[in-house]
């Protein structure tokens, strides 16, 4: 896709290169930002330069022995960057695989800069933990994003983007419908998200809100949101029609489906065979999303079992498919049945 060379400049003329496993940003305007990096993480008053890198195979087998801040001191040299002003992210994600996405309004600019895998390390906030840290552990960032700024931010302001974008990359997961890997519920994030901000020292024009209801919390908004959408299709190749499928949507509800083919009074093969060709369907699609609604609606205690039972069997006789409404059967029994 890219080698070795210059992808993008922003209007301050910020430098975006692609270096084989690495996105690197060079500023040419002094940069405050905030950053989740081990290396010049949190917040700080001037920035030069950012990477983002993937990690092969043999860098994660070093890191396995290294402390990571240093690791990523001797990528800034590699780079030749100065890791005194310089902070960086890593992930599995591909670099070939990078979505960035600019958001304009008047002399307003937002641009961000995403790498993106969901596939195994999406999860949702609060679910059961995969690991806890005692004396320091290193997990690797899986859905990346840097945010670049035209105008001014104080500390404060840089958090309020902060939230903004971690809201914004929730929005993209649950357009897409992207299933938690460690419970029921839709994904918020991956396990080891990093971040990083950057705005422009060198503007006149400070601003003292990025939330919501501001233009620039809107513009952060629409590129993190289209960015992330972007970088998870080139990633995992996950898409609004890769998840317009029966058999998808059922998925993020894990059970033992052993015991329903150990029960099926036909023949597996051609059951599955029209089940495919049925879960593509985009009647079928909505029939199932609803009674799975249904299930979500339970477990969080909105409705009652009993209430969402019977609506369940009422909205499965509406399908006509005789393989999407017996599955659809057992998966309401499983999960609200009354027995």
């Known amino acids: 896709m890219y080698s070795n060379r210059l992808i993008f400049k ?7 290169y692609y270096l084989k496993d690495t996105i690197l940003i060079n500023f040419n305007v002094n940069r405050n930002g905030l950053s989740t990096s081990p290396l010049n993480g949190g917040t700080n008053d001037l920035y030069k330069a950012v990477f983002n890198q993937h990690l092969s195979q043999e860098k994660i087998d070093y890191l396995e022995n290294h402390n990571v801040c240093e690791y990523l001191i001797n990528e800034s040299d590699s780079l030749n960057i100065d890791s005194e002003f310089s902070t960086g992210l890593v992930t599995l994600a591909e670099m070939k695989n990078v979505s960035i ?9 937002v641009t961000a800069i995403t790498t993106a895998g969901v596939r195994t390390n999406a999860s949702r906030a609060g679910d059961e933990s995969s690991y806890w840290e005692e004396n320091g552990e290193f997990h690797f960032g899986t859905i ?33 419908k992207i299933q938690s890997q460690y419970s029921n519920g839709f994904a918020t994030g991956t396990g080891t998200d990093g971040v990083a901000i950057f705005s422009n020292l060198d503007s006149d024009d400070t601003l003292t809100n990025a939330g919501k ?9 629409k590129a993190v949101i289209k960015s992330v959408t972007k970088a998870i299709a ?18 993020r509800y894990s059970l033992d489906i052993n015991e329903f083919y150990d029960n099926l009074n036909q023949d597996k093969l051609e059951f599955i065979k029209q089940l495919i060709i049925d879960a593509k369907d ?4 909505a029939i199932t999303t609803s009674i799975l609604n249904l299930i979500d609606e339970v477990e969080v205690n909105l409705i009652t079992k009993e209430e969402a039972y019977d609506l369940a069997i009422e909205i499965k006789e509406k ?13 309401i029994d499983y999960f609200i049945g009354l027995n």
Not at 213 to 221: A, Q, Y
Request: include cysteine; charge should be positive; charged fraction near 20%.
């Open 10 to 16: 922003t209007s301050t003329d910020d430098e975006i």
């Open 101 to 109: 996405s600019t958001q304009k309004f008047k002399n307003l600019e």
């Open 144 to 176: 990346n994003i840097i945010l670049l700024v035209n105008v001014c931010l104080e500390k404060s302001t840089l958090m309020d983007a902060f939230m903004t974008i971690t809201e914004a990359k929730t929005v993209a997961l649950n357009n897409l």
């Open 213 to 221: 209801h501001s233009k620039l919390g809107e513009l952060i908004g």
């Open 234 to 251: 080139k990633q995992v190749w996950t898409t609004n029609k890769t998840q317009s499928n029966v058999l998808v949507r059922l998925n």
């Open 282 to 285: 985009q009647r079928n699609v």
């Open 319 to 331: 399908c006509n498919s005789y393989p999407i409404k017996t599955l659809l059967e057992y998966w």
